[in-house]
């Protein structure tokens, strides 16, 4: 079976989208985040039964605040570590531990994803060991593996801006 891993921010008023805060409120920042979370949900729907999918939530101990927006069907888990790399590296760690032969990680900040860009990178698994989905900027907004390859995030992998998963 395959693991798909969305990490992100929990919407929390001035925590989150806190680039954006020049020109919105902390709490018009926090809904975007959801708007942006709902928008990923409804492209899962397409994936039900073909994937698992997990969240990997910050801050730890604040789910509460979006299980009224939090499909059933989605397992969540706190993200550990200390900088965005190791947190992605442990949250593919986790899905890998738990028995799932491919893991895909993607980000909050991805408003044109369409449920077959994430086919596409489980696909590509199937041959290569490592799928990574770039974005205009030269960084990625997707990172698939098949077991952990830990070097992917060493800080050379650029993932956007910290604030961006």
Same mark, same amino acid.
């Not at 920042?29 to 039900?48: G, I, P, S, T, W």
């Given at each position: 079976?395959?693991?798909?891993?969305?990490?992100?921010r929990?919407?929390? +008023?001035?925590?989150?989208?806190?680039? =954006?805060?020049?020109?919105?409120?902390?709490?018009?920042?926090?809904? %975007?985040?959801?708007?942006?979370?709902?928008? =990923?949900?409804?492209?899962?729907?397409?994936?039900?039964?073909?994937?698992?999918?997990? %969240?990997?939530?910050?801050?730890a101990?604040?789910l509460?605040?979006?299980?009224?927006?939090l +499909?059933?069907?989605?397992?969540?888990?706190?993200?550990?570590?200390?900088? %965005?790399?190791?947190?992605?590296?442990?949250?593919?760690e986790?899905?890998?531990?738990?028995g799932?032969?491919?893991?895909?990680?993607?980000?909050?900040?991805? +408003?044109?994803?369409? +449920?077959?860009?994430?086919?596409?990178?489980?696909k =590509?698994?199937?041959?290569?060991?490592?799928a =990574?989905?770039?974005?205009?900027?030269?960084?990625?907004y997707?990172?698939?593996?098949?077991? %952990?390859?830990?070097?992917?995030?060493?800080g050379?992998l650029?993932?956007?801006?910290e604030?961006?998963?």
């Open positions: 079976m395959n693991g798909l891993i969305l990490m992100t929990i919407p929390i +008023p001035g925590q989150t989208k806190t680039r =954006l805060m020049n020109v919105l409120t902390g709490e018009e920042c926090a809904q %975007l985040h959801r708007c942006f979370l709902m928008d =990923l949900f409804n492209v899962f729907e397409y994936l039900r039964g073909e994937v698992d999918i997990f %969240l990997a939530y910050t801050p101990g604040a509460h605040l979006i299980e009224d927006m +499909p059933d069907y989605i397992k969540a888990f706190p993200q550990e570590g200390e900088d %965005l790399g190791e947190r992605m590296a442990n949250a593919i986790h899905v890998l531990n738990e799932y032969e491919k893991a895909v990680l993607i980000g909050s900040d991805i +408003p044109t994803i369409e +449920p077959e860009d994430i086919k596409e990178a489980f =590509l698994l199937d041959d290569n060991h490592i =990574l989905g770039p974005t205009h900027d030269g960084g990625y997707l990172v698939g593996m098949k077991r %952990l390859y830990k070097d992917v995030f060493d050379n650029k993932m956007g801006e604030e961006r998963i």
